[in-house]
């Protein structure tokens, strides 16, 4: 299992780091549709792997695929709708999804259940000829702007680094994500304990703890655009990190199951909107021939802090128990909560006139 848990995230931070300027240089919709494909490929092969080293190795296949699928997605997602459209299409995308999460484990429970794993792999596997498919329908203009022409693999990497230092929103997201992941990463180790131990709530509870948290982050990308409308970046960024906070820091010192329910729900609430935040911010803040390579550079980067963090998640449990370290993680979300509010404040004045110079003067576009 945690072999699995490794190759799920680890190919994310390989592609983050040497492979990002593909994104910029391949069409979008291509490397979307191989993802795919490929996925699809080894959820066909997979009820026939016996043995535990075949699984994990096509597990780290669909995770090498599912890194360059994600950061494609949300670089091509600007050129298909207007910016005043944006904000609603990153939280209709994220409701979906987080919605699919929720849902997905207790379809597949039940199909595991009733027919084994075979078929929940062959449904999967139709999944995604199903998403190809669709993928195949847009045209590749709708996806990419422009394409660059490479200054050399190692030149666009140093060009993708250098747009994430130099950018305010990018740096803002950079920053801020990995301090609230700190936050994040305790929460995944805890919650079980938390559940169990703490709350002695036994299985089901730490399974509504589960549920909790999915609902709360369908719901908080679902209100996102309008906590942006109403708010602005800077209020609805800091507001949502500073809701994970507080609803954390309840569920740390619940005197009861419910009342830590109740936090769960509110903390993801702030999440979920967070997200569509993160993602608004650096769409806006990176032209479309680097936009790739944002995603990417960011992205590994978090997968990173994640899991340096809940190894040492895992060593602060066992010596504090769960409940100071969901409090620990309520002073994470807090602290990100104030940094998101004094870097988004500069961010307006640091948009596409100061990025074109992220890439060398010799970088042509085709």
Known sequence: MSALLIVDFLPIVAVGIALGPLLDRWSRRGVLIVSDLVRAAVFCVLPFADHPASIVGLAFVAGVATGFFRPAVYAGLPNLVSDADLPAANSSLQTIENLAWTIGPVLGGILVAAEGP????????????????????????????????????????????????????????????????????????????????????????????????????????????????????????????????????????????????????????????????????VQRGAPDHLRGRAFTVIMSSNYVVLGLAMVGAGVLVDAYGARWVFGAASVAFLLAAVTAAVLVAGVKGAQQPDLEEAAEPGASRV
């Open 118 to 281: 075979a078929l929940a792999y062959w449904l999967n596997a139709a999944s995604f000829l199903v998403s190809a498919f669709l993928l195949a329908r847009i045209p590749a203009r709708r996806l990419q702007a422009e394409q660059v022409e490479s200054r050399g693999h190692w030149g666009d990497v140093a060009d993708g680094l250098r747009l994430v230092v130099r950018s305010r929103p990018l740096l803002t997201v950079l920053v801020v994500w990995n301090v609230a992941l700190l936050g994040s990463a305790s929460i995944n180790v805890a919650e079980i304990v938390l559940a169990k131990v703490s709350l002695d709530a036994g299985d089901v509870g730490f399974g509504i703890l589960v549920g909790a948290t999915g609902v709360g982050l369908t719901l908080g990308s679902l209100v996102a655009p309008q906590l942006l409308e109403r708010l602005g970046t800077r209020g609805a960024y800091g507001g949502s990190l500073a809701l994970m906070g507080i609803g954390i820091g309840l569920a740390a010192v619940a005197p009861a199951f419910w009342v830590a329910v109740v936090g769960v729900i509110i903390g993801a609430v702030g999440n979920g909107a967070a997200v569509v935040s993160n993602v608004l911010l």
